[in-house]
Every structure is written in C-alpha cells, then in structure tokens.
C-alpha cells in the first residue's frame, strides 16, 4: 500500500533549496576575500611602509590602527614580523610563541614589570631591526614567555635611535644617516 502522495518531497525542489543555499555562502564568501583588504587595514594601515630619503635622514611616517594603537609590519634579522609601537617598554618585547619562529635564543632570566605584573623574560639581541627603508643594528630585546599576542612591542631600546614626532593622527619615524 503506498502512502499519502506528499509524503516524498520533490527532490528537484530539495536540489533547488540546497543549490540557493550554496549560492549564499558562496556570495558571503566572495564578500569577505572582496573586503578583506579594507579590514586589514583598519587593524594595521602600515602594512606597506613607503619610505622618504632625504640627505640627512630616512623618515617613515605612521597612521594609527582603529584602535589608536600604531602597528607597523616590518622585520626581524630580516623576518617579516608585526610591531606595536610602546613608549612605556624599556626594551623591544617579543612573545616567546614569534621568538621561536624567528630563531631567537632566550639569554639571561630578567625580572621585568609588565602590565600583569612582574614576570621573568629573557634577554636576547636582535641583529637587525627594519622598519621600512630603516635599519637598526643590535637591538636588546626580551622574549616574554606569558605574552600572548602577534605584534611584537617595539620599545625603547629601539625608538631611542630614532627621532620621533606626532602632527595630528600621523607619527612620524625618522632615523638620523
């Protein structure tokens, strides 16, 4: 005895459903990769750093992030990395999770005030510091192993070498040749 006529849906009307269904994610996905660019850009405006070269100086000048925060990519012994400028971090503070990609070697145990408090981290010299055209040698650095972040706080043992100002949202960077 066969059921009630309704009882199997129309599997032409369910391939419909699921393709509309698929068109949706497909127009979502499409709409992400199309603004995707723009988010980026609100998190960090410096991804791509131009560089002016005068007689004296190289300058870089900085937009800040949504956040008010100034990121900037730039490298580490040549490795791309992402810094957060920090004027309160006496050193450049890097999460142990990027100074073990970038092959950094922990040294001496420090005990340094943190915003959660007083931690250990430990020493290291960075050999090459770029931000842009901008190259600083030598830099000291500490690997902090509770910092869990994927910007690099870039302190002062390097902004010391640099010459700094701020007009209005823009900070530039300038390196004395």
């Given at each position: 005895m066969n059921g009630p006529a309704n009882s199997n849906?129309?599997?032409t009307r369910?391939?419909?459903w699921?393709?509309?269904?698929?068109?949706w994610f497909a127009f979502a996905g499409l709409m992400v990769l199309a603004f995707q660019e723009q988010l980026d850009n609100l998190l960090n405006p410096n991804r791509q750093i131009e560089s002016v070269h005068t007689a004296e100086a190289i300058e870089i000048t900085l937009q800040p992030s949504r956040g008010g925060h100034y990121l900037l990519n730039g490298t580490i012994n040549g490795q791309?990395?992402?810094?957060?400028?920090?004027?309160?971090a006496t050193q450049v503070a890097i999460p142990a999770s990027i100074a073990e990609d970038l092959g950094l070697q922990r040294g001496n145990p420090v005990q340094v005030r943190t915003a959660n408090g007083i931690v250990t981290a430990y020493?290291?010299?960075?050999?090459?510091?770029?931000?842009?055209?901008?190259e600083l040698d030598g830099v000291a650095a500490q690997i902090l192993p509770g910092y869990d972040s994927d910007a690099i706080l870039l302190g002062m043992s390097a902004l010391d070498?640099?010459?700094?100002?701020?007009?209005?949202?823009?900070?530039?960077?300038?390196?004395?040749?």
């Open positions: 849906p129309n599997p369910r391939v419909g699921v393709m509309g269904l698929l068109a791309s990395v992402t810094f957060m400028l920090d004027t309160g020493q290291t010299e960075l050999n090459t510091v770029g931000l842009g055209d901008i070498r640099l010459d700094w100002r701020r007009e209005g949202q823009e900070l530039t960077l300038r390196f004395r040749r």
